[in-house]
């Protein structure tokens, strides 16, 4: 199929039986059990061929003869998947009888070799795809010298994107359809608890299969994803070269942080200095708000060349006695403040462009933003908002916010929305942290050595702990780290972590613990479910649940820090904190998506101006109140916002999510047996999982009710 071609779409999430171009009988209409169940999401095209109605109903009754009444309800389901997807291109009429009478599985034998088909050989070919993408993208992601042109066209291949295109064609997609249910959303949140293992399964797979997306627009997703990523990655700042309102330097020599988490979590680290660090907090946060308007100069990005004050936003040639560069400064620099020209809305806009290109092969989710809510988290996006804005307008929040001004003994300036003092590691400045780390981990050889202790600390089996390290490698990242976890069980997971040449300091330490949280899920998800078809977790949000529960405990497994009742009621309420503040992120990032919908032929400046008066009115509608200052863009500094593509949404529900399930593994009395557990259950619906899980729906309750009870913790 042709991007651009035309098509009348209408959406029919009807029962089998009641769309009547496809002339379903009456016996598949009644059909009680869940062969019958509605057909989930049906194209119909304007162009479908004239001979298609009266093939479907013949065929319909060809098949209950051979097979028997019985399969009348599933010949009537598959038909309807089959032909609403059937393009001219993919044969006559002729062959679409053809096709539907060799491939129809007729009886439950047949039915289970042809579902063990697909998932022995779909586990081959995505996981081997898998590992090709993670090499092409190696050098671009990791710190393995210069990167060249080449390196950027080989991150920005997709070798998977013509997969789906060839599996229509060679009828692959349509044997799916044939035989197995496409689901709704509705169905999967209302009946999906009486389902078994193996229908989970069976609505997985039918799902992958469910709209035909063209290879050229999936490689041009891959691509703008590459170059986001790209640009991201070395959005760098010397901290050594940036000055205060009196031209004074804050920052010591080769400070290089990376903008948003570096920047962000230096600010946190800061506060272990009290009051002194005020001057370094409010620097980095004029920093940050210049990041978000684009008033940064373009050549302080990325360059210990240039000193800058970015309060008078001058810029000036790096003085020779503050020089850190490693290389000379190149010849062609002119130390000029001309902002960077909206690269970073240029280049967010360009995402959106790209994953928009899908939208017409989506009916059922016709927008990006639909498909991120609706089928990648199964949480509708109403919810979702309501969620946070129960965190955000919470009578906790300005209990929480007395006590945190009343720890710093000052009021609340806008940075202390990421303030971190609830945590131990208060009681340790940011380079007793970074001595610790870069003493324990000079490399990242030695992370992945000491990763048996850790894993044991944390409750797994001494078994279990080798079994996960055995499938975890450790690279050093480029950019600020992530993790990629293997789609075949004979492949192992990756964490990448940033490290400097003299070793792991607590920033790159912070995020390996994380990220080695997603390659603990992914490990078990992957290879101790019992379909593969079933491997992962319901959403993102659940996989970052998972990882922050590992994250909190950082400390503890470097020896410094240990447990008890005030330090777990300290525990919430950073927990609860970091919510409120990640909240509005995200509802950021979901504004400017919709701006983006309804703008689609913006400019990067207008792109800007919607962006920067979103995370201004945000912030002025549940931050200023709390933080006493108005109009602040702060919000708007996420780096996921440029190369994540509405991610920023699974932060804030994986804080709720990782609060009820390690409440869960706190009853248990150890992380690593419960953490297995419920690994285990694989990519149910979210509430399905969450109740299994938990006991309970994924929802803010828990998280207001515990913040609750630490209050009364830390008062006594």
Sequence with gaps: MRF???????????????????????????ASTRSSRSLGPIILEAEAPFWMSGAVASLENDLVAKHGEGARARAARGLAQVSALWRAEDGDEAAFRGFVTTHFAGDQETLDAVFARFE??????????????????????????????????????????????????????????????????????????????????????????????????NLAIAEAA???????????????????????????????????????????????????????????????????????????????????????NEVRPAAAEANDAEEPAPAVMKPTSDPEPDTRYATILADFHAVRMADPYSPTAPTFIARRFEENREIPEPRVRAMFEQVL??????KVARLIEKRLGRPLEPFDVWYNGFRP???????????????????????????????????????????????????????SGHALGAVMASEKAHLRTRIEKDGMNYKGYNIAVHEMGHNVEQTFSLNDVDHWLLRGVPNNAFTEALAFVLQGHDLE??????????????????????????????LVDM?????????????????????????????????????????????????????????????????????????????????????????TFGSLAPDLWMKNATGAPVGSEALLAATERALRVVKE
């Excluded at 994107?161 to 959303?185: E, M, S, W, Y």
């Excluded at 609505?203 to 299969?209: E, Y």
């Excluded at 600010?267 to 660090?277: F, L, R, V």
């Design 393 to 398: 307008t919470s009578p906790q929040v300005k």
């Design 425 to 479: 590691r208060g009681a340790y400045s940011e380079a007793q942290l970074d001595s610790f780390c870069k003493m324990r981990y000079p490399s990242a050889q030695a992370y992945k050595d000491d990763m048996p202790r850790m894993f044991e600390a944390f409750g797994f089996s001494r078994e279990r702990a080798a079994y996960l390290a055995e499938n975890i490698v450790v690279d050093p990242a480029r950019g």
């Design 4 to 30: 651009g071609r035309a098509l009348f779409v209408a959406v029919a999430l009807v029962a089998a039986g009641l769309v009547s171009s496809f002339s379903l009988t009456a016996a598949a209409e009644k």
């Design 557 to 586: 497994l470097l020896g410094l820090a240990k447990p008890d009742a005030k330090s777990e009621a300290m525990q919430v309420l950073n927990d609860f904190w970091a919510t409120y503040e990640i909240a509005g992120v995200a």
């Design 120 to 217: 022995r050989l779909l586990e081959g070919i995505d996981g081997r795809m898998n590992e090709i993408g993670r090499e092409f993208r190696e050098q671009a992601e990791l710190e393995l010298g210069p990167v060249l042109p080449l390196d950027e066209i080989f991150a920005a291949y997709d070798p998977s994107a013509h997969v789906t295109d060839d599996f229509f064609a060679n009828k692959i997609a349509f044997v799916a359809l044939l035989n197995f249910p496409l689901t709704t959303l509705e169905e999967r949140l209302g009946e999906g608890a009486a389902w078994t293992r193996r229908e989970w399964a069976e609505a997985r797979l039918a799902q992958r299969f469910s709209k035909r997306i063209p290879a050229e627009v």
């Design 226 to 312: 590459a170059k986001a990523e790209a640009y991201i990655a070395g959005y760098n700042i010397w901290m050594h070269h940036v000055l205060d309102e009196k031209g004074e330097r804050l920052f010591p020599p080769k400070m290089r942080l990376l903008s948003h988490w570096n920047l962000r979590d230096q600010i946190k680290a800061d506060y272990s200095e009290g009051p002194a660090a005020l001057p370094k907090q409010r620097t980095i946060q004029k920093v940050m708000e210049r990041i978000v308007t684009q008033s940064i100069p373009d050549v302080v990005v990325n360059n210990p060349h240039v000193d800058w004050n970015p309060y008078a």
């Design 591 to 679: 504004a400017m998506w919709r701006w983006m919908y309804d703008h689609p032929d913006a400019t990067p400046a207008e792109l800007r101006e919607a962006t920067v008066a979103i995370a201004k009115d945000v912030w002025n509608r549940y931050y200023a109140p709390i933080l006493k200052k108005k109009d602040v863009v702060l919000l708007g500094v996420y780096s996921h916002m440029v190369n994540s593509f509405l991610y920023l949404p699974d932060y804030p529900i994986g804080h709720l999510i990782a609060h009820q399930v390690e409440e869960k593994m706190r009853s248990a009395g150890a992380i690593g047996p419960e953490f297995e557990r419920v690994c």
